[in-house]
């Protein structure tokens, strides 16, 4: 049995695919299922079932991705920032400015917008970690 057979529970010998009460005798059933079993082990029989067998994979993996994607969206969409948290942040951004303001890496033009910017990155890397972290979580919960 290969493992498309295997993924799929799907048998190439045909013989408990047929009943012998379908059949007269015993021949008859056997000649079916040695034509069955003939028929899936031809060539072109096992390339349709791995063609058809890998475009369901693909499907199932692209549905998968996509609903994967979908948990996260939601979870990202549920991250609320508290107002502690955003001060921390606009605090340490200030701070990370600051430093680059005493080295001439920026401006003083520059400073509020650069401390922005950081703050703004630091809350969407705080958001994204807590979204990767409820979907972690509700997996580990099985939910």
């Known amino acids: 049995m290969n493992s498309y057979s295997a993924t799929y529970n799907y048998d190439l010998d045909a013989y408990n695919d047929f009943k012998r009460s379908d059949y007269p005798n015993d021949v008859a ?3 079916a299922v040695a034509n069955e079993n003939m028929r899936r082990q031809s060539p072109e029989f ?9 475009r369901l994979m693909a499907e199932q ?3 998968e991705q996509k609903a994967a994607e979908r948990e996260w969206d939601e979870a990202y969409a549920s991250v609320t ?3 502690e948290a955003r001060k921390r942040f606009k605090t340490k951004a ?10 001439g890496k920026i401006s ?11 703050a703004q990155e630091a809350e969407e890397h705080y958001k994204r970690e807590r979204a990767t972290s409820i979907v972690a979580n509700r997996r580990i919960r099985g939910r």
Request: with cysteine.
């Open 81 to 83: 920032v508290s107002a």
């Open 94 to 103: 200030n701070e990370r400015a600051s430093a680059e303001l005493s080295i």
């Open 29 to 31: 059933f056997l000649c």
């Open 108 to 118: 003083a033009a520059q400073f509020d917008a650069t401390a922005y910017k950081y």
């Open 46 to 54: 096992l390339k349709a079932f791995r063609a058809a067998a890998n």
């Open 61 to 63: 993996e692209a549905a």
